[in-house]
Nanobody
Framework: QLQLVESGGGLVQPGGSLRLSCAPAGGFTLGDYAIGWFRQVPGKEREGVSYISSVDSSTYYTDSVKGRFTISREDAKNTVYLQMNSLKPEDTAVYLC????????????????????WGQGTQVTVSS
């Protein structure tokens, strides 16, 4: 079963940047899956942040991060990244990556219930 491992979280000041990484544990090829980044704050629903397709690497972002976050794949390293710039205190959360198997059409979904495999998450704290 595919297991995902996130890294790159930490404490950053408002306006700063972080780059999160999502990689598989074991011999899976991440390029075979669409990847979504989600974030979770205690007491709130899990929120979809960004998506990248396995079909054509098309991307999708939730409105609150558009223009600040960028999702990308590096197939040579079997890794998906989430570059986060201009961070705000409201971006503070546990960030999780998740994978789903797509067909021949990008799903363009950030519905967490459609994702099959999840990582444990990495904490991002934006504070002065």
């Amino acid at each position: 079963q595919l297991q995902l491992v996130e890294s790159g979280g930490g404490l950053v000041q408002p306006g700063g940047s972080l780059r999160l990484s999502c990689a598989p544990a074991g011999g899976f090829t991440l390029g075979d899956y669409a990847i979504g980044w989600f974030r979770q704050v205690p007491g709130k629903e899990r929120e979809g942040v960004s998506y990248i397709s396995s079909v054509d690497s098309s991307t999708y972002y939730t409105d609150s991060v558009k223009g600040r976050f960028t999702i990308s794949r590096e197939d040579a390293k079997n890794t998906v990244y989430l570059q986060m710039n201009s961070l705000k205190p409201e971006d503070t959360a546990v960030y999780l990556c998740a994978a789903l198997s797509e067909g021949i059409v990008p799903t363009m979904t950030l519905n967490p219930y459609e994702y099959d495999y999840w990582g444990q998450g990495t904490q991002v704290t934006v504070s002065s």
